[in-house]
């Protein structure tokens, strides 16, 4: 299995800054990255497909970059309902892998 | 807008299968470019792929869980199930039903549902 790691596992931050979370994979898999907002009792959220690629009906303010084992989730201009816990997910090969997920809070 | 629902019992007992359906609204699983997928979170843990499947019943599974699982399709009634058999503890999760293209992220999800093993 292909496994995915991310960092931090949590981060506290203020509203309008700017949050980068990191996501490496133990194998190359491409730009076969995907992220998802995660938050209490809600629907996972695809954010951003293809690695940086924005999905439809997605706020801007989150970007995605990288490829091969390295990306990375870019919020820009951090808004109260940002918070939640973002995973990153590879979909190069079964099983899909998803990271341990970050935990955003807003200070 | 495609919606999914997933819906089943939630309580079962250790040992027995867990059986849960994801309804599809608003678009049509025959014909379809996507496949159907299960994910599940346990408490305070993170994702994890069950498996997915196609509607020409082509099927993909997570090597931890396959010897456990089956994923099934009607497309007559819109629908896709999941089976999970011989559970424990370990399976008690909130399971996801969920659309994706091969090989991109899941796009649509369900609203999950709470499954506790217990006895």
């Known amino acids: 299995d292909i496994q995915m790691t991310q960092s931090p596992s949590s981060l506290s931050a203020s509203i309008g800054d700017r949050v980068t979370i990191t996501c490496r994979s133990s194998q190359s898999i491409s730009t076969y990255l995907n992220w998802y907002q995660v938050k209490p009792g809600k629907a996972p959220k695809l954010l951003i497909y293809a690695a940086a690629s924005l999905q439809s009906g997605v706020t801007s303010g989150f970007s995605g970059s990288g490829s091969g084992t390295g990306f990375t989730l870019t919020i820009s201009g951090l808004q109260p309902e940002h918070f939640g816990t973002y995973y990153c997910q590879q979909s190069y090969r079964t099983p899909y892998t998803f990271g341990q997920g970050t935990k955003l809070e807003i200070k | 807008q495609v919606q999914l629902q997933e819906s089943g019992p939630g309580l079962v007992k250790p040992s027995e299968t867990l059986s849960l359906t994801c309804t599809v609204s608003?678009?049509?699983?025959?014909?379809?470019?996507?496949?159907w997928g299960w994910i599940r979170q346990s408490p305070g843990k993170g994702l994890e792929w069950i498996g997915s499947?196609?509607?020409?019943?082509?099927?993909y599974y997570n090597p931890s869980l396959k010897s456990r699982v089956t994923v099934s399709v009607d497309t007559s009634k819109n629908q896709f199930s999941l089976k999970l058999s011989s559970v424990t503890a370990a399976d008690t999760a909130v399971y996801y039903c969920?659309?994706?293209?091969?090989?991109?992220?899941?796009?649509?999800w369900g609203q999950g549902t709470l499954v506790t093993v217990s006895s």
């Open positions: 969920a659309r994706h293209e091969y090989n991109y992220g899941f796009e649509d």
């Open positions: 608003g678009g049509s699983i025959s014909g379809s470019i996507y496949y």
């Open positions: 499947i196609y509607h020409s019943g082509t099927t």
